[in-house]
């Protein structure tokens, strides 16, 4: 029999009618003659309602406590879930994340999955049960301490099971139909795509698209998972997250990211090792640094430029000054009215003309180009934030993306 | 150093602000010089909110994943307490019942703890930790699965780990001042007790006194560990429940309970036998059996009365109508319309007047009693229901239980 894993987010499980309705198609799922694992988030708001009754009753909450706590909401999820499936004559176990041998570092908040002990998952599928595990929670190496996975934490669990239990598919159900050639709530006629390579997913999710996090293409890539991503409200075909597509479009969609500042360390001085006396502290207070540019040199001079997300600007820009001073720099600029808008396409490598279409299409709309940072798949502009939904709708019509009117 | 272990329940836990009053009076233990134990229960109304939630999805829940859901309570308020009490500058740790290692046997939903193994709880105090530990929760002696204890369980937790770690006191949290010689909801002069027997206390809780319950007072009782029942609320004594009290009142208080039925099987031939063929059966179903009355015989039949919890009483009805068929008995009633007025107390081993009294006392208010049971320190009538809150205000005046007035 084949595996199948399937996950399903907050929203799709945010109340009993939802969860109900999510059972009927795991039930189906599992009729048709399939080995189910079921992935839940928490319900709906739970873990942001969990979060703001930690910072009630202590601002800086200790890391393992908050594992604690938020590890909860997930295992409230996974056992309705559980009930749910035996209501409609289905067995079903619902396993924590420990239980199900998702093993991961120490890192409270952020840990990485290590590995994966599934005994008791393929027992339980073996004695013909659905087997539901609580997504975004491991437990270390020592099996003493639960820790959770951060952002996205979920669909790498899922995509992570899939692996260890060699499924024939991650099915990964969310709240829209698929991946798109851009956000549909800015691009009218954005279309969605029926398949996309793990390279393109990993640059568009790096870029700002929503749908999926790298984490999760990551680990569908290493391991050759592949990946549906598609709705829990209807029955649509979603889009295939996978090795080799069928169709090589050159371009596969456009994406921004609204979440990062510029910051600018001006008139540094032009020799070796000044780039590492500045990322190396930024690596070191772990932020993460996205873009980096530096100017040409003039008069032994340069402007370094780099993006963080706007929450660690402050930090950022903390540790740039310091490093200013002792650079004999100039000053630091932080700029949050930026956003970056990028387009992604395996077919950009053999196709030289795409960056300068870029340039052109935005010039032509009068929007300035801040910084330009490419990869052999993708091209991504900083611009000024109140122009990037103009700038996804220029690139969007000039690479002819959309649906074709019938 | 000596050990207190303390319990707060889900209303002394109910919000943020409340956590962190609770947070107040544990810091001040702990920087009192005592190692400190914390056992709490979920917060307010959560196990509830759970339980609809629940019933939700499945009429009929599975009580594995019942008990996988309802876990989630105490996770959430053990680690908010862990986080406010750290918020305090006091070290912390919280610990779900496995990871304390409190073991049960494998009943979900109603499990008995068989050992306490608790290494982690008493590493963690050696490190100088408040410890906060999951009330109400334990795991099957294998470890794999995750188990409850049913009613009064978080009380049952906080004992038995007093028991295990030889705790000099066991506090129970409530949001009561302690316990009364009646319910001062009906009573308007009841009296805070200072002290009460485990003896007493067991016969009070078994006849519906809610303040603890018998299963937690029964541990007490066996391992010797003095009980202080006490608000919340404020920093009033409350009442100490030990092994040998100073003062030996003849009256501790009158106790009620509105929550079962009176079932009846007329007509039951009267030979060796048939009592134990109506109550193996009602063991089996698991339905407990409070008081039991048997009719003296005329015409060689007789009838047998029983009281169980109301939500048992169809159970029972159907179990005892099929073997009054089987014996050839008569017509089985069940009356829902009954109520249980017990006065206790240990001095009334050697005062033979009491139960005259009482029924005296009931006599001259015009009040039937339809059932009688005594133990050496305990006399309980079923009564109407209609009538218990003057039973009980009558049999409190009688024996002046009440406030002396100043």
């Not at 599992?30 to 080995?35: C, P, S, V």
């Amino acid at each position: 029999m084949s595996i199948v894993v399937q996950k399903y987010g907050g929203t799709s499980v945010a109340d009993p009618e939802r969860i109900s309705r999510v059972a009927d198609r795991i039930v189906a799922t599992r009729r048709a003659g399939n080995d189910v694992v079921v992935v839940v988030s928490a319900m709906g708001h739970t873990t942001d309602e969990l979060i703001e009754l930690a910072h009630a009753v202590n601002p800086d909450p200790p890391g393992r406590e908050m594992d604690m706590l938020l590890t909860a909401g997930e295992r409230i999820s996974m056992a309705l879930m559980a009930m749910a499936i035996q209501a409609r004559g289905v067995e079903a176990v619902s396993f924590t994340g420990s239980q199900a041998g998702i093993l991961t570092d120490a890192s409270h908040g952020s840990a990485k999955i290590q590995e994966i002990r599934g005994t008791r998952v393929t027992d339980a599928l073996q004695a013909g049960k659905v087997v539901i595990v609580a997504g975004f929670q491991g437990v270390d190496p020592q099996g003493k301490e639960v820790t959770t996975l951060g952002r996205g934490g979920s669909d790498a669990t899922a995509v992570a099971l899939a692996a260890a239990l060699k499924a024939s598919v991650c099915e990964i159900y969310t709240d829209v139909d698929g991946v798109f050639t851009a956000d549909p709530r800015i691009v009218g006629n954005a279309r969605k795509l029926d398949e996309i390579s793990f390279e393109e997913m990993l640059e568009l999710a790096a870029s700002g698209a929503g749908v999926l996090m790298s984490r999760s293409v990551e680990f569908g890539r290493r391991f050759n998972i592949p990946i549906h991503v598609r709705s829990s409200f209807n029955d649509n075909p979603g889009t295939w997250v996978k090795e080799q597509t069928m169709e090589q479009a050159i371009i596969s969609g456009v994406a921004h990211d609204r979440s990062e500042a510029k910051v600018t360390v001006r008139h540094v001085p032009d020799r070796p090792g000044v780039a590492a006396s500045l990322f190396t502290p930024l690596a070191e207070a772990d932020i993460d640094v996205d873009m980096i540019v530096q100017n040409v040199s003039s008069d032994g001079h340069t402007d370094i430029s780099f993006t963080v997300a706007k929450d660690a600007a402050d930090r950022a820009r903390a540790i740039a000054e310091k490093v200013a001073a002792e650079l004999e720099a100039g000053e630091v600029d932080v700029d949050e009215g930026i956003a970056k808008v990028s387009l992604v396409g395996a077919g950009m490598k053999s196709h030289p003309g795409v960056a300068a279409k870029v340039f052109q299409a935005l010039a032509a709309a009068g929007i300035n180009v801040e910084m330009i940072s490419t990869s052999t798949i993708r091209i991504s502009c900083v611009i000024r934030e109140d122009r990037v939904e103009e700038a996804v709708r220029v690139l969007h019509d000039a690479f002819e993306l959309g649906e074709v009117p019938a």
